[in-house]
């Protein structure tokens, strides 16, 4: 009897592992703010050559914890952008403010500045701001 009822017996719970197992998890990516305030530049902008900027960003983490926080600039409407300044996240931290600050070139053009927020998983998420040195 034991024999004949094994199958039945199996099926169902076979088939809740395929239900599970193909239910997938709904992933979130990081969280990326500018600070705002007198001495924080969280827009678009024009400046003089040679202008030092400070751009505060906040992070918050999404499905994983952050990892890292970097900023990428580029030059007069360049494609590839150069890394300027990385900072690793403290392990297992959810919640994160760093401050950029730098100081635009000495000559007319624009400047494209791109702040990204990675997590653990490697899921991105970028602002930018661009400024024109005239």
């Known amino acids: ?20 197992s193909a239910c997938k998890k709904e992933t979130k990516p990081p969280v990326i703010a500018f600070k705002s305030g007198a001495a924080y530049t969280s827009a678009d902008l024009n400046v003089a ?35 300027y300044t990385r900072f690793y996240v403290p392990e297992g931290q959810a919640h994160c403010e ?21 997590d653990k998983d490697g899921r991105l998420t970028e602002k930018e701001i661009r400024i024109i040195v005239q």
Request: aromatic residues 16%; charged residues 15%.
């Open 1 to 20: 009897m034991l024999k004949s009822a094994f199958p039945f017996l199996i099926l169902p719970f076979l088939g809740l592992m395929l239900f599970f």
């Open 49 to 83: 050559p040679g202008t030092t900027i400070l751009v505060g960003v906040i992070t918050d983490a999404g499905t994983d914890p952050l990892h890292l926080i970097y900023s990428e600039v580029a030059y007069d409407g360049a494609n590839v952008d150069s890394l």
């Open 98 to 118: 760093y401050d950029f600050s730098f100081t635009v070139r000495n000559q007319v053009g624009t400047e494209r500045w791109t702040f990204n927020v990675n």
